[in-house]
């Protein structure tokens, strides 16, 4: 069956624009996970929804970024006013439920603030 | 401090060597510990879990949790090219999954 999948694949931006990010996750996971991978860095943690609602929102960084999910399925991670810092792979996850220690991973959108 | 300490390597070992990846931590809250692998440019994809203190097989791979020491380890026997990927450990807290840093592995043939 489809994976994860998430686009773009890539992202060119300059510093200061907006981006919007999207990730639909496998068809009935009701959990999905947002996390970024700098480089030399590990998976952060930065959201997780159960459903429509985001009962972990701890590990966003700034009040730059926010993210939403609308009919239980795809979901969008948005940046605004883009700083080189936020150059990362971003990854998305979901799982059947929030309980479940297996996440599946898409692909990642690789992100380029100039 | 990490929550979770990982060397980066990389490590470089020649076909058919024995690989062993480690990591630490410092939360005793940890519940699952797992292993994911990530090749070039794709997302991490589970490879090995286990929950309590012990060793669990699986093919040529063995994870090894020490919950007294907070040390796992994951044993690559019989290493192929193929396994020339990144190896993340991660451990779940609640209903997220706090990862290393992850160590690149490069097998030669």
């Known amino acids: 069956g489809a994976g994860v999948s998430q686009s773009p694949s890539n992202k060119v931006t300059e510093k200061g624009k907006d981006v919007e990010l999207r990730c639909d996750p496998i068809s009935g996971h009701t959990a999905l996970y947002w996390y970024r991978q700098s480089l030399g860095q590990g998976l952060e943690f930065l959201i997780y929804?159960?459903?429509?609602?985001?009962?972990?929102k701890s590990g966003l960084p700034s009040d730059r970024f926010s993210a939403e999910r609308t009919g239980g399925s795809v979901s969008t991670l948005t940046i605004q006013r883009t700083q080189q810092e936020d150059s990362a792979v971003y990854l998305c996850a979901s799982n059947l439920d929030g309980g479940s220690y297996e996440q599946y991973f898409g692909p990642g959108t690789r992100l380029t603030v100039t | 401090q990490k929550e979770v300490e990982q060397d980066p390597g990389p490590l470089s070992v020649p076909e058919g060597a024995i690989v062993s990846l480690n990591c630490t931590y410092s939360?005793?809250?940890?519940?699952?510990f797992m292993w994911y692998r990530q090749y070039s440019r794709k997302g991490p994809e589970l490879l090995m879990y286990t929950y309590s203190s012990g060793n669990k097989e699986d093919g040529r791979f063995t994870a090894q949790v020490d919950k007294s020491s907070k040390y796992i380890s994951l044993f690559i026997r019989d290493s192929q090219p193929s396994d020339s990927a990144t190896y993340l450990c991660a451990m779940q807290y609640g209903n997220k999954l706090v990862f290393g840093a992850g160590t690149i592995l490069r097998v030669k043939s």
């Open positions: 939360n005793s809250a940890f519940q699952y």
């Open positions: 929804f159960q459903g429509n609602s985001a009962p972990d």
